[in-house]
Each structure stands twice: as C-alpha cells, then as structure tokens.
C-alpha cells in the first residue's frame, strides 16, 4: 500500500519527466502537406526550401483576414531566382518534408504562395 507522501512524490516525479518530454516535442517541426495548416508553416519560418532547384528561405507565414469559413494565410519566400522562374505551379522542397507542388506568384522580394482552407460544413 502507498501512503500520501509517496504518492505526492511519485507524482511530482512524472510530471517533471513529462514536462521534459513536452518540450523536446515542442522542437520538433511538423512535416509539411498539401493539408498544411497556418501553424505549421509557421513553425518552418526562416528554413531553407528549393523552388525547381533553386535556394529560397521562408521569410514569412501570415494570416489574412477574410470572410469565409476556414484559414487564409499568406507564405513569403525570398532568395535569388532566375529570369525565367515566374507565376506558376512549381515544385517545393524541404529537407524532412518532402516535396509538395504549389503555385507561386513572383514578387519584387521573391515568391509568394496564397492558400485558403476551407472548413467543410458537417
């Protein structure tokens, strides 16, 4: 049988151990998907992605407002890009996320990617 006192320090024990592991969970990034939400772009701000081959980082993940139901949000990516690479369906990599195929929009400051998310009515 367990008394009071060793159940109080049994119990402080597991939630340090699991206070440990909350936070070493926390570092680890979501893979990123065609079903990527907000906030797992935004845990990738500042990483390195390959747009058809060529170096861009994630300057930005942004929400915007509007008027439907569901999650718009706004990614801006920046790096040097050739004459050539303009609108359209590109393929995007990162390392531990694979690849996913999104179109972008050239800016003056790089390459921007709009996503609106719909929630379904159920």
Known sequence: MINKREFLISGGAALAA???????LAAVRPSLG?????????????QRFEV????????????L???APGEQ???????????G?????????H???GTLALYLAR????LRADFCRLHSAE
């Open 95 to 97: 390392e531990g996320s």
């Open 18 to 24: 699991g206070a440990g592991t909350t936070v070493s």
């Open 52 to 63: 058809d081959g060529h170096a861009v980082t994630l300057q930005s993940a942004r929400a």
């Open 34 to 46: 065609a079903r990527s939400g907000l906030a797992s772009w935004q845990a990738h701000v500042g």
């Open 73 to 83: 949000f706004s990614l801006r990516f920046a790096g040097t890009l050739p004459a």
């Open 65 to 67: 407002p509007g008027h």
């Open 107 to 110: 800016t003056p400051q790089g």
């Open 85 to 93: 690479l303009g609108d359209g369906i590109c393929t995007l990599t």
